[in-house]
């Protein structure tokens, strides 16, 4: 650390404003009645800016997890939502949406202090809350869960069914969005649901459930839980729960996909990835520099679909790098509640041990070297830099970090260019800077869920647009209409037919 | 404010060489001191041995007098310390004024030592002889006084070597000389005699450096770290020289399940927190008995957090900032270290303005951690647990350090089992590890010190004994039968 009076002096304005936070006590809810998880984690839920432990966390008992699952699969057999006509359902989803929309304020600062987000992104998230209700309300009146095809003896109804109880299981990044995309889509689908999110953010989740319940849904509509993976598995793996929708890390995934394997249940999994940004050599290197800021700064670099590798036209490296060092220069690093501040801190602090020690090793390359101009605040919190490694071999630099850190490979070719793009096994996202026409071309050739062209940003370009993910970034595509036919199964009916006879 | 040294009876030096004195609360300087040498300490010295004689030659009564005269002189007019006290260490005004009153008690605990000076005599196997044992002064006393407590700890180590008939020379830390040179004058002009207690300011390296090594100090008192205590020790020890070392401490308060974990929590902040932990005795590492831990944490991270920094001068201020830069450098690599080895921060970690770093609290620190091994000197406690009082002695006595120790319960006999038990200068039991009283000794064992100070314990130190046999009549050289 380094101690300057004019470094101080900001990291002071911060401190005293948004110091000494307490969070609400963490509740389960179980058939609308609140209780305290029965048991301690064993670690602490921390404000990521100060490096503060502000409570511990707590995960619910076996006991507890049983009721969950009980009252899930009652409300589910009672039919008071499952069997309530798509109109009403749709109804109720925006009663919630209004009740969220005036709580996106509290949902941004429980985010942006427990995640390390920076207010102004878990703000722009959140305020997408009380949409992402409406969207999936929308998608429930324009009559998608029932459809009838013409058949040889009058139309034939294929009707989209809730699956039955379903189990939601979020992340930390970007907690309360995630699990309100789920969860807006699993109600529409007309299923009882549990949820889990992240021990590490757990609080946010909890204000996402109050509303629901307060919109008037029925109490045992939607339960919360709360644990590690222990707990996640204990759910998912119950033969009452009829889906499952989980976005995490790889290991997760697997874990999850292992455990739906038994019952076959179906699994959606929006993991990681590893994906390149592409600088061919017309590129705006400006806008390009730009880009990787982004990339790397965004959620402090904790997204989904971030920059893992810069993958540039040799003749433009050092050009580029000039940029991305002067732009990364200003970048500021600071409190997550300082709306001034560009980057917050990692979610946790073995996150960022995580984060260091996988960067140590990839420096350990001869002539690596690491470029991080930013300047670091004189605050205990997790924070790292944003980072771009040049020289370390790419065949080391194929896994995911999640983290504000991207490894820079030069190109000759641009056959070489969509081999280095398409090398590793995670198929998310990749980005594209030159030409639009040629980049266009290339796009087509990258293997991943969506590619972008000259452009970079968290949001989907278009909201209706399924998010797809290929390889080991995920299973089963995410978006407005394919979540809420993921939490459905077909059900045909029709009338007449007679037995069919060969004929002679 | 420029001021000189202080040498025999007056002020010199303010034309020559100087360096700045900082205010750690502004970060900008506040004055300048005289920059000492070898030859103003020379100086001082033989100002001290020309006084000391005379001195001596008085009557106990007559130093009595003369101490408690100045004890009344500060007493009056004392308070004009208080800005410099402030504006030179950091403290808050309550502190100054803890110091600035406390200042007059240590006189004249020390003046009634004047007339204590006891000798003894014991039995001879001749019945014409008989022996006695005097106690007389060592001569010259060389004080080295640190930074925390500029006044009071300076006084101390001042006013007893005094009383038992030495004269004093004094290099105050480079931090807060001023406040000692404005001592020096107060009691100069309370009636002490000129050359008895001089004040070199400047720094280690060329003026504390002469003080050790003079060969006509027979004496060494110094307060401050077990790095520097250790070289002047050796030093003074190698040139046969009476050495106190007041040290370092990494001081445990154990706190035990029968404690309301409020009244706990109250005290141990009082005790870790009090001048942003600057305190030799400050209790910092805090062992709590299984079943309050929860309970007590939660209540120390309020507490923790309901203190203020500020304006100094401000009454509800609790605290003001580290002494300087690189201080506040090291509390932070005590906490960023034992944050790596997995503690929990609980409140604080951070650097709250300039030098101010906030309260902290840090739970389980590893046990080869910075924060659980070595002196912090900041406003950092630890919190550990213990499933019992036999491994929260155990705990307690992990440390190379052995100044001060506190056990809250209200249990007497647990708490005497514990006081018997732990290695310390000082048990504290009902009440945190940061004591004072002017007759205690006061003093470590192990790497926080050699020696103890206060009331007698001060005048054995810097006394010498004479053991005197006298013929009563007969032959002296008559064989022993």
Not at chain 2, 21 to 34: E, F, L, Q
Not at chain 2, 275 to 290: D, K
Not at chain 2, 342 to 347: C, D, E, F, K, P
Request: hydrophobic share 45%; with cysteine; charged share 20%.
């Amino acid at each position: 650390m380094t101690i300057q009076p004019q470094s101080s002096q900001v990291s002071a304005a911060a401190s005293r404003e948004w110091v000494h936070a307490t969070l609400p006590e963490v509740h389960d809810m179980i058939a609308g009645e609140r209780v305290r998880p029965a048991n301690e984690l064993g670690f602490w839920v921390s404000d990521s800016s100060t490096g503060e432990a502000l409570q511990r966390a707590r995960s619910s008992s076996p006991e507890q997890i049983e009721r969950a699952l009980a009252a899930a699969n009652a409300g589910f057999q009672g039919g008071s939502w499952s069997g309530l006509d798509a109109e009403l359902r749709a109804d109720a989803l925006d009663k919630v949406a209004q009740r969220l929309e005036a709580r996106v304020g509290e949902l941004a600062e429980l985010d942006a202090r427990t995640s390390g987000v920076t207010i102004t992104w878990t703000a722009l998230m959140t305020r997408l809350v009380p949409v992402i209700f409406r969207q999936a309300s929308k998608a429930l009146r324009s009559g998608l869960l029932r459809q009838l095809h013409p058949g040889r003896y009058g139309a034939v109804e294929v009707r989209a069914v809730p699956l039955g109880p379903v189990a939601l299981i979020g992340p930390w990044n970007a907690p309360t969005t995630i699990i309100a995309h789920k969860l807006a889509s699993a109600l529409a689908a007309g299923c009882n649901v549990i949820i889990k999110p992240s021990e590490h953010v757990p609080h946010s989740t909890g204000l996402l459930v109050d509303a629901v319940l307060e919109a008037g849904l029925p109490t045992d509509v939607v339960q919360l839980l709360h644990g590690d993976g222990a707990v996640g598995n204990s759910i998912v793996s119950d033969p009452r729960i009829k889906a499952v929708s989980f976005t995490g890390g790889l290991t997760g995934g697997r874990a999850v996909a292992a455990a739906c394997a038994q019952d076959l249940k179906p699994v959606q999994l929006e993991l990681g990835g590893n994906n390149p940004l592409l600088v061919l050599a017309d590129a705006d290197l400006d806008a390009a520099a730009e880009a990787i800021v982004a990339g790397l700064t965004t959620l402090n670099g904790q997204w989904c679909r971030a920059i893992g590798r810069v993958i540039v036209d040799r003749s433009v490296m050092a050009p580029m790098l000039e940029l991305v060092k002067t732009k990364l220069g200003t970048v500021r690093l600071g409190h997550s509640l300082d709306p001034q501040s560009d980057m917050g801190p990692l979610v946790h602090r073995q996150h960022l041990a995580q984060i260091q020690q996988a960067q140590q090793s990839l420096l350990k390359a001869p002539s690596s070297t690491a470029l991080n101009p930013t300047a670091t605040p004189a605050l205990q919190g997790h924070f790292h830099p944003p980072t771009l490694l040049c020289g370390v071999p790419h065949e080391q630099a194929l896994e995911e970090l999640f983290g504000p850190v991207a490894t820079v490979h030069p190109f000759t070719s641009e056959t070489e260019a969509i081999s280095l793009a398409n090398a590793g096994r995670y198929g998310l996202a990749a980005y594209v800077f030159g030409d639009e026409q040629r980049a266009l071309e290339l796009a087509g050739q990258i293997r991943a869920g969506s590619t972008q062209v000259n452009g970079l940003s968290l949001l989907s370009l278009a909201p209706t647009a399924p998010r797809a993910a290929w390889g080991l970034s995920g299973l089963g595509d995410e978006g407005t209409l394919e979540t809420l036919r993921f939490f459905t199964g077909h059900r045909v009916i029709g009338v007449g037919g007679q037995p069919v006879r060969a004929e002679a | 404010m420029r001021r000189g040294h202080f040498i025999d009876g007056l002020e010199s030096g303010q034309d020559g060489p100087s360096f700045q004195v900082i205010n750690p609360a502004t970060r900008r300087p506040m004055g300048s001191a005289a920059l000492g040498s070898a030859a103003d300490v020379d100086r001082a010295v033989d100002a001290a041995l020309a006084a000391q004689p005379t001195w001596w030659g008085l009557s106990p009564g007559e130093r009595e007098r003369t101490l408690l005269r100045c004890a009344d002189h500060l007493e009056a007019c004392g308070e004009q310390l208080t800005e410099t006290l402030m504006a030179e260490s950091g403290s808050t005004l309550a502190k100054a004024r803890f110091e600035v009153s406390y200042t007059p008690a240590l006189l004249r605990a020390a003046a009634g030592e004047a007339r204590r000076l006891y000798g003894d005599t014991f039995p001879n196997d001749r019945p014409d002889r008989v022996s006695i044992v005097l106690r007389e002064p060592v001569g010259v006393v060389g004080v080295i006084s640190p930074f925390n407590a500029p006044l009071a700890l300076l006084i101390k180590m001042v006013a007893f070597p005094l009383a038992a008939g030495n004269a004093v020379v004094a290099k105050p830390s480079e931090h807060t000389p001023l406040v000692a040179v404005r001592l020096a004058q107060l009691l100069s002009d309370a009636g002490l005699p000129r050359g008895l207690f001089s004040v070199v300011t400047g720094f280690g390296p060329d003026c504390g450096k002469r003080l050790v090594e003079h060969p006509e100090v027979a004496g060494i008192a110094f307060t401050g770290s077990t790095q520097v205590g250790s070289i002047i020790g050796a030093e003074a020890t190698r040139r046969m020289k009476r050495v106190q070392l007041e040290l370092g401490g990494k001081n445990p308060v154990l706190v035990l399940a029968d404690m309301n974990a409020q009244e706990a929590a109250a005290e141990v902040a009082a005790g870790a927190f009090f001048h942003g932990g600057q305190i030799c005795m400050s209790g910092s590492r805090v062992i709590v008995e299984a079943g309050l831990v929860e309970e007590f944490t939660d209540a120390l991270v309020a507490e923790a957090r309901k203190l203020r920094f500020g304006d100094l001068a401000d009454e509800d201020t609790a605290y003001g900032p580290l002494i300087c830069a690189e201080a506040v450098e090291r509390v932070d690599a005590h906490v960023q270290d034992a944050l790596r080895g997995g503690a929990i921060l609980l409140t604080g970690g951070t650097i709250q303005e300039g030098w101010t770093y906030a309260p902290t609290v840090l739970l389980e620190p590893p046990r080869d951690s910075l924060a659980w091994r070595e002196e912090t000197f900041g406003p950092v406690v630890t919190v550990s647990s213990a499933p019992d009082l036999e491994a929260a002695i155990e705990a307690a006595n992990e440390s190379d350090y052995g100044l001060s120790a506190a056990v809250l319960t209200h249990d007497l006999a647990r708490a005497m089992d514990a006081a018997r038990r732990i290695r310390a200068g000082a048990v504290h039991l009902g009440m945190h590890s940061f004591q004072s009283n002017t007759m205690a000794p006061v003093g470590g064992v192990g790497a926080s010190g050699l020696g103890r100070s206060g009331g007698r314990y001060s005048i054995e130190h810097f006394t010498e004994l004479k053991w005197i046999s006298l013929q009563v009549g007969g032959a002296a050289n008559r064989a022993v039968t």
